[in-house]
């Protein structure tokens, strides 16, 4: 049975501001409706597309990264807060996969990963221990992964346990706990 117009545009505004990721097309999924509907829905609520609430997302959601440089980071950060949390976008481009299969590299996936969990320590230089993570299940060409970190445990003034965890449209795919360190002024010798 096809929910009411209302019910639909309820359900996107619930959707939208759980995971402000959701494309028009995985909306439409759930919803059982066209992508034209979706968009329509998502006009007339004032609600804006995709790349828009990312944007948005970014300007003034974050911190600025301290222990990386920009190009070091992999993925675009779309959230940061010292100490705390994190959140970055990858997209699976061509280069990002094996030519065969068309699956993302694992390393793709954990240099994500690693490089937000450094990315949300607050010093100018920190580095990852250890880290013990775990492939879920394979990422293909196209898909969009958004890599959450949040900081678990302090285990001293200068050690961080950090948790990572990827998804792709909702579905785990990689999970990692990273040791990070951040290395003190009078350390870096």
């Known amino acids: 049975m096809r ?7 309820r359900q ?6 759980e995971d402000p990721f959701l494309t028009d097309e995985e909306m439409a999924k759930r919803c059982l409706v066209s992508v034209q509907t979706i968009r329509l829905d998502r006009m007339e609520l004032g609600i804006p ?16 990264v301290r222990s990386l440089s920009p190009d070091e980071v ?7 807060q010292w100490d705390r949390s994190g959140i970055s976008l990858l997209e699976i481009r061509q280069e990002h996969v094996f030519s065969r299969t068309k699956i993302a590299r694992g390393h793709y ?17 920190a580095l990852t221990r250890s880290a013990n993570i775990r492939f879920v ?23 961080l346990q950090i948790q ?26």
């Open 3 to 9: 929910m009411s117009k209302q019910e639909r545009q």
């Open 12 to 17: 996107l505004i619930l959707a939208f501001k």
């Open 49 to 64: 597309e995709y790349r828009e609430r990312i944007k948005h997302m970014a300007e003034g959601n974050f911190d600025r």
């Open 74 to 80: 992999i993925g675009e950060m779309i959230d940061l």
């Open 109 to 125: 996936l954990f240099a994500q990963a690693n490089s937000l969990a450094v990315a949300i320590v607050d010093a100018e230089i």
């Open 137 to 159: 299940r394979p990422v293909h060409l196209g898909e969009r992964c958004i890599a959450q970190a949040k900081v678990i445990e302090q285990k001293s003034a200068s050690r």
């Open 164 to 189: 990572v965890m990827t998804k792709v449209s909702g579905e785990i795919v990689f999970q990692g706990i990273f040791d990070v360190y951040r290395l003190e002024e009078n350390e870096r010798t």
